[in-house]
């Protein structure tokens, strides 16, 4: 194994705290907009979202803003409220041991282009050694040419890097069709489908698992 790539949101990092605070501003917003209540423009605002799920165009804020017509930008909502990224505390523990490891780093994200400005202001992105958004190559997790396109640009062979993620649709299901290792980031403790190769509750348990491989 040379090589450990992540998934972004539910696996190294929560954007839940900034969503709680601006889906409130979404919804006045809209109410005022519409001259509908805020449950009604809850419901619509939602209702879009949920409708597109893992569509292209689910995976980007600045999408839904543009629909509705909101003078809300995600880059800016990021820039104005760092702090409201979380970092889980397994996180920087297990990239710092990788790395004292040798492993090559990498993220895989269906989100766009501002995912890296998220790494960026998390204090996450020094560690990756490449980081590939669906902007750069036009195409969603489970696509293989997403996994493709990072193995590549690491130098490694599907058979030698690992995927970890808290998706099985995207990141187990894509990284398994490419002939990766992949790994079920399970921290709420769904009930699993026996997908994946391997299933954690923490980042932590890399170890164990990257151990057996030495």
């Known amino acids: 194994m040379k090589a450990v790539l992540f998934d972004i949101d539910g696996t190294i990092l929560t954007e839940m705290p ?12 809209l109410s005022k907009k519409f001259g509908i209540s805020k449950d009604e423009a809850r419901e619509q605002f939602l209702g879009e979202i949920f409708g597109r799920r893992d569509t292209y165009d689910w995976h980007d804020w600045n999408f839904f803003f543009r629909l509705f017509d909101l003078d809300l930008n995600y880059e800016e909502l990021l820039e104005t409220y760092p702090h409201k990224l979380h970092v889980y505390p397994d996180t920087v523990p297990t990239l710092e041991w990788l790395r004292e ?29 490449v980081v590939v958004t ?16 990072a193995l590549e640009d690491l130098g490694v062979e ?15 299901y894509g990284a398994k069709n490419v002939g990766m290792t992949a790994v079920w980031i399970n921290r709420d403790g769904e009930e699993g489908y026996n997908m994946a190769d391997y ?16």
């Open 18 to 29: 900034l969503i709680q605070l601006f889906l409130p501003q979404v919804y006045d917003k």
């Open 101 to 129: 490891e040798g492993y090559l780093l990498g993220v895989i994200t269906s989100g766009p282009e501002y995912q890296r400005l998220k790494l960026k202001l998390a204090g996450l992105l020094d560690y990756f050694d």
């Open 134 to 149: 669906r902007d750069d190559v036009n195409a969603i997790k489970p696509e293989p040419k997403i996994f493709l396109y």
């Open 158 to 172: 599907p058979g030698e890097a690992m995927m970890v993620g808290d998706s099985l649709s995207q990141d187990v």
């Open 199 to 214: 299933e954690i509750r923490t980042l932590h348990e890399l170890r164990k698992i990257l151990g057996g491989w030495e």
